[in-house]
DNA sequence: CGGAATCCTGCCTGATACTG
DNA sequence: CAGTATCAGGCAGGATTCCG
């Protein structure tokens, strides 16, 4: 083998660390749930199927371009089924398929969790920035 | 009331918004948790109490600065602790507290989730992008 | 209505150097 | 060892505009 260029290190190096990813689907797909508005798109989808603009709505604070990306993802992921309806206007309804259902009963217990402790975590956060 | 301008209009926004942000902590402990470092961070310390240098090997593909950011905040929360033993060299390990550890259970299940249903999704996205 | 395309501003990352 | 500081670069994400 002769020498490598630093290039080529490198280039080697982020092959061997997505050769690595690879291998552990776990950590590839918790990147992708542990995702602000992966979150929240499922939350907002609990209650049932819900047009494109209602999420925009329910989901405030996100971009079009954030909503589209991530329902996209989500669907192709097989998370949540996407029906065009072809009236004039166009209607598009979201809706959670049963895989996307599984994954909302442990995201839920996120929020449900974050509701209960939301109190202990702001006293922390009180005491953690009077030592400063 | 004057008229506002465009520019007094999107503060008025942006106050209205901070202030709705305010009086729902679960959104924004949501936002705080759905993190893919914090995920990390909570799915590494799960074995016991860790160093620095044992954190940054586990999280593979982390920065120190946003392994110092994510240590820090999940400190402030109340969620992990950190532990300094004046040595020479310094040691410092990091350790779940209990409220950190009654997350890591929620946590916890979102990573078995995501071994257990990595191959749907894989399937799923190899259908979707046939479509293509 | 439900997007796609564009531009543009940050933040994250990576690399390096320095402290205690 | 466990950080802090800094700077370069890339890319996620926001705002705006336009189209079927």
Same sequence: chains 1, 2.
């Avoid at 689907?25 to 992708?32: A, G, K």
Wanted: overall charge positive.
């Amino acid at each position: 083998m002769p020498t490598m260029t630093a290039a080529q290190r490198r280039a080697a190096a982020k092959a061997e660390y997505d050769a690595f990813v690879a291998d552990c689907p776990s950590r590839q797909l918790l990147d992708r749930l542990s995702d602000k508005w992966v979150t929240l798109a499922l939350v907002a989808l609990e209650p049932g199927p819900q047009r494109y603009s209602q999420l925009s709505r329910t989901m405030a604070g996100v971009s079009q371009k954030m909503l589209t990306q991530t329902l996209r993802t989500l669907e192709r992921d097989g998370l949540v089924s996407r029906t065009v309806t072809p009236s004039v206007p166009v209607t598009v309804t979201y809706e959670m398929t049963d895989l996307g259902r599984s994954l909302h009963r442990v995201v839920g217990m996120l929020k449900v969790w974050a509701e209960a402790h939301m109190d202990q975590v702001q006293s922390h956060r009180l005491e953690y920035d009077a030592l400063l």
